[in-house]
């Protein structure tokens, strides 16, 4: 069965500096993987997506996401945080095995905090 | 074009109740699924439907149940509330039941028990 593991349940940086969420998947077979943002008390808002077409995933907001199958990673990053990046990020996949449905699982979560 | 809509949004109910969560698709979406987020925790997958018919179920207990409606839009409903119910529930739609068709959340209903 798929699954997510997000390293790090809370990253701080610095306004302008680099972001980096860790995510790292189990699949048997090629996955579907998503990263979404969550505002505070807000709905989940999709920032991209990988579907095997390409391994590097450019999203909305400046981030991007590179597929890694040797390290069965799926890495979020930005080049420059802003304060308004500061919200819960959650990693996903689709259960590819999951009969005739498809669902996703989502991971626990990263919270990014923004420094001034 | 909306997205996808979920009503209510905050509600307050009483160990032993019953709740009704409301949820319309994406014009042009079949398919709708339900999740469950709990206060610092991913959102849990509860059930999809598509067409109608129930094509998935997570791992919650049979007080919870759903239906789809002709028009697509679809309900929730959770009998003999627990405190433990107390959580988020997301809304999400999709074109189809492909695993690559992406699916898109509404803003949750957020549910407390006291």
């Known amino acids: 069965a798929q699954s997510v593991t997000q390293l790090g349940s809370h990253v701080s940086v610095s306004e302008g500096a680099l972001v980096l969420l860790r995510c790292n998947y189990s699949?048997?077979?090629?996955?579907?993987l998503f990263w979404y943002v969550q505002y505070p008390n807000q709905g989940l808002q999709l920032l991209l997506k990988?579907?095997?077409?390409?391994?590097l995933v450019k999203g909305i907001n400046g981030f991007e996401a590179e597929f890694k199958k040797s390290e069965t990673s799926f890495h979020l990053t930005k080049p420059s945080a802003h304060m308004s990046d500061a919200a819960e990020y959650f990693c996903?996949?689709?259960?590819?095995?999951?009969?005739?449905?498809?669902?996703?699982?989502f991971g626990s979560g990263t919270r990014l905090s923004i420094r001034p | 074009d909306a997205g996808v809509t979920q009503s209510p949004t905050h509600l307050i109910k009483t160990r032993g109740q019953h709740v009704t969560l409301r949820c319309s698709p994406i014009?042009?979406?079949?398919?709708v699924s339900w999740y469950q987020q709990v206060l610092g925790q991913g959102p849990q997958f509860i059930f999809q439907?598509?067409?109608?018919?129930?094509?998935g179920r997570g791992n919650f207990p049979d007080r919870f149940s759903a239906r789809q409606f002709p028009n697509y839009s679809s309900e929730l409903n959770v009998n003999a509330l627990l405190l433990g119910d107390s959580a988020l529930y997301l809304c999400?739609?999709?074109?189809?039941?492909?695993?690559?068709?992406?699916?898109?959340f509404g803003e949750g209903s957020w549910l407390t028990v006291v």
């Open positions: 999400a739609s999709s074109a189809g039941l492909s695993s690559g068709n992406t699916i898109y």
């Open positions: 699949s048997s077979v090629p996955p579907y």
């Open positions: 990988y579907t095997s077409a390409a391994t």
């Open positions: 996903a996949v689709s259960d590819l095995g999951y009969s005739s449905a498809s669902k996703i699982i």
């Open positions: 014009s042009g979406h079949k398919s």
């Open positions: 439907y598509y067409e109608k018919e129930e094509r």
